[in-house]
């Protein structure tokens, strides 16, 4: 569970990895991460601008002069910022579980707003509303993202616990191949109700 929103470090991991295609200025990485979300997600000029500039002092990322845009400012990638890209790769690689709870949590506190009794939001004269239509709109957009990425959608009938104790036990597998489940204890007649036998 996150107590937080986004994880910490996916602006700057973003900025290097645009910049590392090639030089950019601040509103064209605003204009290329809101593309990437979908259109649904734009950081504040207000914190792309400051990571540049931190960039730029700490060596990471440098001006580019453009004959042909000689007020803009654009941001190339250094060799140290090739480092710290790859130093970044590493941090965001370990935080796909807390992705996957930001986008679970809003989700929850979506469909929490359209049919809690203890909230009241009135409906805004507007094109969206807290409601099952929308909800359904959303998953759809998941889905058809999901397929569009990655293939066929299939449904995980799991609880998150179950889902979850699912994985643990297949990482423990991962990291020691030599240990077997295949073979039940001598003493075992029925399977526990309990997540650890995942």
């Known amino acids: 569970m996150r107590k937080s929103g986004p994880p910490k470090g996916l602006i700057s991991y973003l900025v290097l990895e645009l910049l590392d295609e090639r030089p950019r200025y601040g509103y064209e990485l605003l204009g290329e991460i809101t593309e990437i979300s979908g259109g649904h997600w734009e950081p504040s000029y207000g914190s792309v601008y400051p990571i540049l500039y931190k960039f730029e002092e700490e060596g990471v990322a440098e001006r580019v002069e453009r004959a042909d845009e000689p007020d803009r400012k654009y941001f190339a990638l250094t060799d140290a910022g090739r480092e710290e890209l790859a130093e970044k790769r590493r941090a965001i690689g370990g935080e796909a579980k807390d992705f996957g ?44 993202h999901h397929e569009r990425d990655f293939g066929e959608f299939e449904r995980i009938d799991a609880s998150p ?29 029925e399977p526990s109700s309990g997540a650890a036998d995942d």
Not at 103 to 128: I, K, N, Q, S
Not at 171 to 180: L, T
């Open 101 to 144: 709870d930001v986008v679970l949590g809003f989700y929850h506190l979506y469909a929490a707003l359209a049919t809690d009794g203890r909230f009241e939001v009135d409906d805004a004269d507007a094109d969206w509303a807290f409601s099952e239509r929308y909800s359904a709109w959303i998953v759809e957009q998941m889905i058809r």
């Open 161 to 189: 616990e179950e889902f979850y104790a699912r994985e643990d036990g297949a990482a423990a597998d991962a990291a020691d191949p030599d240990s077997s489940e295949t073979e039940p204890a001598d003493d075992a007649e």
